[in-house]
């Protein structure tokens, strides 16, 4: 399964709907970027059970967007179990942080503390991510972007003021967000509401 998914995730989003996975990727929000009202939350599986990611993460410290199944993420609460069960080198600076390499190609990787550390959510799904489905809005800190397109990192603004957009291109990562210009003043810690993967 876990290598099917794998393939899955090469082919991209596009082929998993093809294969009658549409309403996977529905519940996603990668459709038609349905409103706040219109969504629900994430669903993921962590620790055995099936949790509404919006309301919170329950202890996981990474959760996975996953490409087909049931649920729309997977959620660890141990590094190292994460690194097994997704095939990623144990090696790390220090027992429990993260590194960038915690993110594997194809996907857009958040974190919630600077130099890609602590809460990490992995999306791979092409389309509109609302982090509020994850409970992850306002709190990334540094993201990386390894696709091989760019990705869109969105501050929602009420009407008539323009969403800000900022557009990581592919490859790229920004360990600090705090020193990344905001439009208007300030900086992007804490901002992205949504992220669009193109
Ligand atoms: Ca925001």
């Known amino acids: ?29 990668t ?3 349905p409103t706040k009202s219109e969504r629900t939350g994430a669903t993921a599986e962590y620790n055995g059970k099936i949790i509404d990611l919006s309301q919170g993460w329950q202890g996981a410290t990474v959760c996975v967007e996953q490409v087909a199944g049931d649920v729309d993420f997977r959620c660890y609460d ?17 027992f429990g942080v993260f590194a960038k390499s915690d993110c594997p190609s194809n996907n857009l990787c958040l974190w919630a503390n600077k130099n890609y550390r602590a809460a990490m959510v992995r999306f791979v799904r092409r389309g509109t991510h609302h982090l509020d489905d994850v409970d ?10 390894r696709r091989t397109s760019n990705s869109d990192l969105i501050d929602s603004r009420s009407f008539p003021v323009q969403d ?29 509401d949504i992220v669009r993967l193109n």
Do not use: C
Not at 5 to 29: E, F, H, N, P, Y
Not at 78 to 94: C, D, G, I, K, N
Not at 169 to 187: C, F, Q, R, T, V
């Open 1 to 29: 399964m876990r290598k099917l998914q794998r393939v899955l995730a090469v082919i991209g989003a596009s082929a998993a709907i093809t294969a009658g996975m549409a309403t996977a990727a529905q519940a996603a929000g």
């Open 31 to 33: 459709a038609d970027a």
């Open 78 to 94: 141990e590094v190292s179990t994460y690194r097994s069960a997704e095939a990623l080198p144990q090696a790390e600076p220090e």
């Open 136 to 145: 992850f809005r306002d709190k990334a800190t540094s993201v990386y972007n």
């Open 164 to 192: 800000r957009v900022f557009t990581i291109k592919n490859g790229g990562s920004i360990a600090d967000l705090g020193l990344i210009h905001y439009p208007g003043g300030g900086h992007w810690n804490n901002k992205i």
